[in-house]
């Protein structure tokens, strides 16, 4: 993987993990989330006009990424709701790059070789490890568990989807901004119809951490898309998930989950799969 490339896709990891501990800490998640979308579609309704247009070969390709993106914030939110920063994050971010790397490798031929693989596979493992909580059982957790990995598959299936429409708009830039604009919509109608005028309240409310969140969430996510159309899809969506490692760290200094030597051998772990992904 190309340093430039590698360094995008941490840049983005650290601005994905900031979004997300601070969703965690506000109370009303969803207000939070609908003014990440709302806010991230008027950001990119400004910026569009000065890109190029995506191809129309890639329009489907953000039509399917608007369904599967609103799907992700519903599960994404209803995990939050059950479960810790700490656990829901790691599981979600670190079951999503074994499946993209299984449909790069079944559906786009991509092979990633040996340190390839090996690097995934690290990074997975080390993420995965951050997520269980010794003395809790797996029962106690089982609804923050399974909506963590009902949003690992919705995070697989748009960063498939995304990569290819990237490729395929020509312009990676012109691709993630329309992607923004249109994905504003659905999520703000489902927290209208589902708060009714308490959610312009909550909106009023929640306008803070909204702003800084949709900031945060549209440089990260543009970041991603220029390099997925950069370099590989696996080991781009392997990289991607040391957020972890910050969510990690925002947690324990933040939220006060800790950081103990369980989570610094699960860091180190990571840290080896990042070296090998550069290899």
């Keep these: 993987m190309d340093l430039t490339v590698a360094a995008l896709v941490l840049l983005a990891a650290l601005l994905h993990a900031g979004w997300n501990a601070m969703l965690k800490l506000n109370g009303d998640r969803l207000a939070v989330m609908a003014m990440i979308a709302l806010g991230s579609g008027v950001i990119a309704a ?133 992607l923004f604009v249109f994905d504003a919509l659905p999520f703000t109608a489902i927290a209208l119809v589902s708060r009714g005028a308490a959610f312009v309240t909550a909106l009023q409310a929640s306008w803070r951490p909204g702003v800084a969140g949709c900031l945060m969430s549209v440089a990260a996510y543009w970041l991603v898309i220029w390099a997925l159309t950069l370099g590989p899809m696996g080991p781009v969506a392997a990289l991607r998930e040391t957020s972890v490692l910050f969510a990690a760290l925002l947690g324990s200094v933040l939220l006060k989950e800790g950081f103990g030597p369980r989570r610094i051998a699960a860091a180190g772990l990571v840290a080896a799969g990042v070296v090998l992904l550069r290899l």
């Design 46 to 178: 400004f910026l569009v006009p000065f890109v190029p247009a995506p191809h129309p070969a890639s329009w489907p390709y953000i039509a399917a990424s608007v369904a599967l993106h609103t799907g992700y914030k519903l599960f994404l939110v209803r995990a939050y709701r059950h479960g810790d920063l700490g656990q829901v994050y790691p599981i979600a971010r670190g079951t999503a790059p074994l499946i993209v790397v299984a449909v790069a490798y079944l559906l786009l031929g991509e092979r990633l070789g040996l340190f390839g693989m090996a690097a995934v596979l690290a990074v997975a493992a080390g993420i995965l490890s951050l997520a269980f909580v010794p003395g809790r059982s797996l029962g106690a957790d089982r609804h923050a568990i399974l909506f963590a990995l009902g949003t690992a598959l919705f995070i697989a299936a748009y960063t498939v989807v995304d990569g290819v429409g990237a490729r395929l708009a020509g312009t990676p830039h012109g691709y993630v901004l329309w």
